[in-house]
């Protein structure tokens, strides 16, 4: 406890240290985002001062619009097969280079590599890979795999899972970064003490190694739940939304309906749903991954 | 664990495997950028003669100087605002236990879930009626406001850990707060500033969907906005696209590759945050 020396803590920092992050903080995030709110409620075109309030229509509308319930389904399919797959994937990923492989540094650093790379620099590239002619049906003739060529995003069933792919591909690296430095900080005397009682690898990674990962599981999951529920770039660079609007997203619904057919409004209403799912999504999964690492470590 | 056996041989026979498979699109983008477009054999092909000339094409037509200058101007400038004002508001809503600090710093958290698109439009509106679209300065005073959601969260989360001894000495020596920040506090926060820099520059440096909406159809670019330009131009004509896009990889891979261990370290250093 303090010391009679202590009880003349000094006084705080001021307040006023906060105000230059406020204001920015203010004019950029909250004002406006604020003010998106109030503009879902109304018939805002991006112009006109004058708004007439029309309560809920804009939200009426969006449940019978079949190309905006289709793009919420994609934005939710989207984020969990990428939670699922670029974590998974990760987590191999980082168990494979904590091994005594030599090459292990060098894979880090090459599997990292794409994460830095801007997304849509990565939608383009892959976009012509995916091609009719591209690198990937290339790859499979010469495989002998003929009858594996496909359309990859001109064909409605398969575009989608394309564009998880490439995010997985581009992230997997990352997840693998966060799951390297987590088990770095388990002590090795635990694995030892493992292996020694007579715990094979599997036991051992289920029920020694996952408990104590679970802050890195909790920040992955994070990262790529709120990354796939905002994705723009890669639909757009990849499929701009088709074919038709096979891969439309809510973030690229929101883009078309405000600058191509100018219906702000709609859009804007469209992005509080994005706001409400994220929260939610986020919230629900911050109580549940809390209470696994609480009850774990 | 640390003896090399013939599992581990064969594990590192499979990982090398896995790599390839990841940069299989790295092989072929660079080798269709070197490429003539007269050049119609396989993609995954070699390039048996290859030519430069996509390259010298991609940056005359492409803008992509001036871009390049743009970014860097507009990473560096937001990024260093970003970290000056998050850290400097991060050391109240740290120590402070008063009502304030704490409903600051909630509000400030907020932030972190709002995302960009549900203020994008507003924004946007405001923008125009300032007639700032199209500047490059616009860009400057989005991210640094964008930005301080995170970076406060970072300073915060390690300021709390740190003891505050040094601080208090300072004050009792008659420092001011001020000082005692720039003197005493600043110095401290060097491992979380380096990971708050390296995760802001990526991703002001990366970022499309802002520069799409306030820079479109202006002649100030930023690179990523400057290759979509420039795939919206030359459709089909993928060598030149290949070139442009790896010219715009270049200067980023060469930085991650010179600071790679900063730059993993400051990715992974958000576990800690």
């Given at each position: 406890m303090a010391t009679d020396l202590r009880t003349r803590r000094p006084a705080?920092?001021?307040?006023?240290?906060?105000v230059p992050a406020l204001l920015l903080f203010a004019f950029v995030v909250l004002v406006p985002s604020a003010r998106g709110v109030y503009y879902a409620f109304t018939d805002w075109d991006g112009l006109d001062p004058d708004l007439a309030f029309i309560g809920l229509d804009n939200f009426t509308a969006m449940a019978g619009d079949p190309d905006a319930l289709q793009a919420i389904r994609h934005t939710l399919v989207i984020a969990v097969t990428i939670t699922v797959v670029q974590n998974g994937l990760g987590l191999l990923l980082a168990l494979g280079v904590t091994t005594?492989?030599?090459?292990r540094n060098l894979l880090r650093v090459l599997l990292f590599?794409?994460?830095?790379?801007?997304q849509i620099v990565t939608a383009y590239l892959w976009r012509n890979l995916l091609g009719p002619d591209g690198a990937v049906n290339s790859l499979l003739a010469g495989l002998g795999l003929d009858s594996w060529r496909q359309n990859w995003l001109g064909d409605p069933d398969l575009a989608l899972w394309m564009v998880v792919l490439v995010v997985v591909w581009q992230y997997a690296g990352y997840s693998m970064v966060i799951f390297v430095a987590g088990l770095q900080s388990i002590p090795q005397e635990i694995h030892e003490a493992a292996a020694i009682d007579g715990t094979g690898p599997v036991r051992r990674f289920w029920s020694v190694t996952r408990p104590l990962l679970a802050p890195a599981i909790t920040i992955n999951v994070m990262l790529s739940v709120i990354g796939g529920l905002k994705l723009f770039d890669q639909v757009y660079g990849m499929t701009g939304g088709g074919p038709?609007?096979?891969?439309?997203t809510i973030s690229t619904l929101i883009y078309k309906d405000a600058f191509?057919?100018?219906e702000f409004g709609y859009s804007i209403a469209l992005a509080v749903v994005l706001t409400a799912v994220v929260a939610v999504v986020s919230a629900g999964q911050y109580a549940v991954l809390d209470r696994n690492e609480k009850a774990t470590t | 664990m640390n003896r090399y056996t013939r599992r581990t041989l064969a594990l590192e026979m499979l990982m090398i495997a896995v790599a390839a498979v990841f940069a299989f699109p790295v092989y072929v983008l660079v080798n269709l950028a070197f490429r003539a477009p007269s050049d119609t054999s396989s993609p995954i092909a070699l390039t048996r003669s290859p030519t430069l000339s996509n390259f010298t094409q991609a940056w005359q037509e492409g803008g992509l100087g001036g871009a390049l200058i743009n970014s860097i101007v507009v990473t560096t400038v937001s990024v260093l605002i970003v970290l000056a004002v998050s850290s400097l508001a991060a050391y109240p809503l740290a120590r402070s236990t008063a009502r304030w600090s704490r409903g600051t710093f909630l509000l400030i958290m907020l932030g972190l879930i709002l995302p960009f698109q549900l203020a994008a439009l507003p924004l946007y509106q405001t923008v125009r009626d300032l007639g700032?679209?199209?500047?490059v300065w616009s860009l400057v005073l989005f991210y640094s406001g964008l930005q301080v959601p995170f970076t406060t969260f970072l300073y915060v989360g390690f300021l709390r850990a740190l003891p505050r001894d040094f601080e208090e000495a300072a004050t009792i020596d008659g420092c001011g707060p001020l000082t005692a920040f720039r003197y005493v506090i600043l110095p401290m926060l060097k491992p979380v500033t380096v990971t708050a820099l390296v995760l802001n520059a990526v991703s002001v440096w990366n970022d499309f969907f802002t520069p799409l909406l306030y820079l479109s159809g202006s002649d100030q670019q930023t690179m990523p906005v400057a290759v979509a330009g420039f795939v919206g131009q030359f459709v089909a004509d993928w060598n030149l696209i290949f070139a442009a896009l790896l010219i715009s990889i270049v200067p980023v891979l060469a930085v991650y590759l010179a600071l790679q261990r900063s730059i993993i370290d400051g990715f992974a250093g958000g576990l800690k945050g």
């Open positions: 705080a920092p001021p307040w006023w240290f906060t005594a492989i030599k090459s590599a794409p994460a830095v790379v801007a038709g609007h096979a891969t439309d191509t057919l100018g | 700032l679209l199209g500047s």
